[in-house]
């Protein structure tokens, strides 16, 4: 059925066709789609009297008059804010106030019938609204202003973090192009879609969300389904929270390696505080002429993430760093794969410092810091790895062929 909605005091006239069979309360839902301002701060009134959120639109007797919208702040937020605090309290709670989910809706909607206008009073006074953080973020900021924030907020973040840039071309690489590039027009439009879907998103879960309500509140699954809604409300609001104050949180983040040289071999360190020991690969203790003076009577078990035998310990390697000489104890493992741990008992005896300030571990002993390798550095070292791990594979396969003939 077509219904033709003013907003009281203006000349905003809207028409909606909606189905006869739904209530006052979906085409409340189906006009805060339109109108700046959400379902629960509505009133419609017809021939100057209030609708009530239970009617049925079939059942009214509307031909063609226009339905006046006025805006105003209904006790409906009040009653599902009760409703989203029943789901969310504690079972102690619960039991003090004694009252099921169904039971408060049931008298939610048995106040409103009645005309009783005190459902503040006689439960929760506390407002809890599932959808309000992304609405309000809507209403404080215009859509356009929004989008041009958003945007600059990007151009400053990317364009002066090169480790960032380097990993949003791997998780976005569309945005990262237009952001190089320079094409800000480029950037606004992935930029809009984005608020665009979310705002879609948010809509749809919000009709979603009137729909369960108009369902039988007894209903055990209408029930779950509600408190998930408001459950995953929260999850999105502590993700707005997370990509407004802590946006760097949001990606991936690399270990910490440093560069090394062991009898003028260059090697690759992983800074690990969760190793107990300093090991290397039995591999590269050969590459870096340590096996001579690996002490085998130390041999054994190491357990960690898996297990590996141990070949036995160095007990002091020269290392070289910055051009500074240390002393250090090293564990040799057979396992090939663990190249090189720079571990606790190490930092212990250096009394190293990790400093995320600087991006480097301070030796103060000596007076060095380490630099931390920069993703792309270790994206290009784990290519050129996994370059070599190729090539070796191909020399056993070759090598095993041959063998065979």
Known sequence: MKIIVNLEGTDNYQEFDINENLSILDLKANISTVFDFSWNEMELLLNDRPLENYLILGKIDINDNVIILRRTKSNLAASRNVLGNSISQSTSSQRRSNNSLGQVF??????????????????????YNPFAALMTSFRSNAKE?????????????FLTSPDDLNTLFNTNPELAEAIVSGNTAKVEGIVRKQVEEAEKKRKDEEMEYIRLMNSDPNDPQVQEKIAKIIKQKNIDENLRQAEEYMPETLFPVHMLFINLEINKKKVVALVDTGAQSTVMSQDLCQKCDLLNL???????????????RI????????MNINNKVLMAKITVIENAS???IFGLDNMRAHRCTIDLNQNGLVFPDIG????????????????EQDDEDEKMAIEEAKKASLDKK
């Open 106 to 127: 049931t008298d939610y909607m048995n106040n409103s019938r009645s005309g009783n206008n005190n459902i503040n009073n006689t439960r929760n006074n506390n407002i």
């Open 145 to 157: 202003q929004f989008i041009k924030k958003r945007v600059k907020e990007i151009h400053d973040r």
């Open 294 to 308: 690996c002490d085998n009577r130390y041999s054994g078990i190491a357990k960690g993430v898996g297990t590996s």
């Open 311 to 318: 070949i036995g310990v160095v007990h002091a390697a020269q």
């Open 338 to 340: 663990i190249g090189f």
């Open 368 to 383: 060095v810091t380490a630099k931390f390798l920069s993703d792309g550095e270790i994206k290009k070292i784990k290519e």
